[in-house]
């Protein structure tokens, strides 16, 4: 067949397809719904990524988190599945920060709770984050009213709160909140500070949490002993390396472990955690891409079964083409490049919804104040065309080949 017949095969199928309008959009909804899903995954996984490493890059290279139960090095510990694991205390945050790890400058402990904070007549519900007097240290925050409680504080379970801005603003509305009280959980609290907008950071809206002493926390709003997790700032981020090997020494030590296989606890560097969600994140990626592509699959039988149909109602159409003499090549190749290009067309139309609602997606989500990325790369786009093709010419084999087997006597018989 050369390039002329193409041509005319290509623009005989437009023609048909526009004369048969309903079959026509019948026949292409299920590759138009597949390639959409395939583009909308692939951008959304993309974007899902993005945010969340990014989140993780926010905290800065120089952390070194420290999370209750063991891991191995490809994968994540059981507290970041919502498993309670209680293997750290906060005297294991202390022994760390009293100068037994090299290079390391700050470290607190954690634990988070979620209630309904009560001041006057308002209310709102907030996150509140039991954590030690190092934290402003640690995380890098600044206070623009007030101060933040102390170590003294904290051991003598001193009932004082610090603010994120928004919850200021929700329990205050504009008037100055120290000094003022608060409740949560039936405990009263002094407000003694409030800290400066800091956005969303680390999968949490920082602007909505307060912050109160950790064994406060612990002993009068959630009744544990154990802390969700420590994270101590290192000096410099080339010095990560070998601080995440003394912490890990000072808790086997502490927590009388002998051989490293049975550690009760993770210890992770930033770029460590990176390397573990991209991989995670990945896996998921793909995963739900194959999902998505079963929709092209199911497209591609509904085709087929569609342009069989074709070949039964053309049954005279053909015979008179074998009658002025077409081969069976020329049917056979008549019939693939009229599926293909109506896969084609699907895939095109499916290319642009996709684009057009991962760009939704996207301007939602930037709306919404997280920082999401598009991401929609020209190889997906080539490969979501080239996969509508081979799925019209796959597809398309078997009612083609039939076309061509048809008698051209016994066609032309055809009612």
């Known amino acids: 067949m050369n390039y002329t017949q193409i041509l005319e095969n290509i623009s005989g199928a437009l023609l048909i397809m526009t004369r048969n309008k309903i079959r026509s959009a019948l026949t292409m909804l299920g590759i138009v719904i597949g390639v959409m899903a395939v583009v909308v995954i692939m951008s959304v996984g993309a974007g899902a990524q993005g945010l969340i490493l990014n989140q993780i890059k926010s905290l800065g290279s120089n952390l070194v988190g420290v999370l209750p139960g063991k891991s191995d090095d490809k994968g994540p510990p059981a507290a970041v599945f919502g498993i309670v694991v209680t293997t750290l205390t906060s005297s294991d945050a202390e022994a760390l920060g009293s100068g037994l790890v090299p290079h390391l400058t700050a470290v607190t402990a954690y634990v988070r709770g979620i209630a309904t904070v009560f001041a006057n007549n308002n209310q709102t519900d907030a996150t509140f984050v039991g954590t030690m007097g190092s934290y402003p240290a640690v995380e890098d925050i600044t206070i623009t009213t007030g101060r933040f409680f102390s170590a003294d504080e904290d051991r003598s379970l001193a009932r004082v709160a610090v603010l994120g801005s928004a919850v200021a603003e929700d329990l205050f509305a504009g008037e100055n909140p ?122 591609g039988l509904g085709i087929m079964n569609i342009m069989l149909a074709a070949v039964e109602e053309r049954t005279r159409e053909i015979g008179l083409r074998q009658a002025l003499g077409a081969t069976r090549q020329s049917i056979l190749w008549q019939f693939l490049i009229e599926t293909s290009t109506i896969t084609l067309v699907g895939g095109i139309i499916g290319i642009i919804l996709g684009i057009f609602i991962s760009w939704l997606i996207a301007y939602i989500a930037r709306f919404l104040g997280y920082s999401w990325d598009l991401v929609i790369t020209f190889s997906s786009i080539i490969l979501a065309a080239v996969v509508s093709i081979a799925i019209g010419l796959i597809f398309g084999l078997s009612p083609a080949v039939r076309a061509s087997r048809l008698n051209p006597i016994d066609a032309l018989r055809y009612e």
């Open 178 to 299: 120290l000094g003022r009280q608060i409740k949560i959980k039936r405990v009263n609290f002094t407000v003694i500070g409030v800290v400066a907008e800091r956005g969303t950071s680390g999968f949490q809206n920082q602007d909505s949490q307060i912050f109160v002493p950790l064994q406060t926390a612990q002993k009068l709003l959630l009744g544990i002993n154990y802390v969700n997790f420590i994270r101590a700032k290192i000096d410099s981020g080339e010095n990560v390396a070998g601080s995440l090997d003394a912490i890990a020494t000072v808790l086997r030590e502490r927590h009388r472990v002998t051989d490293p296989e049975n550690d009760d606890f993770s210890v992770r560097s930033t770029n460590q955690g990176l390397e573990v969600l991209t991989s995670v994140t990945n896996v998921l990626r793909f995963f739900l891409a194959a999902i998505a592509a079963l929709a092209l699959l199911v497209g």
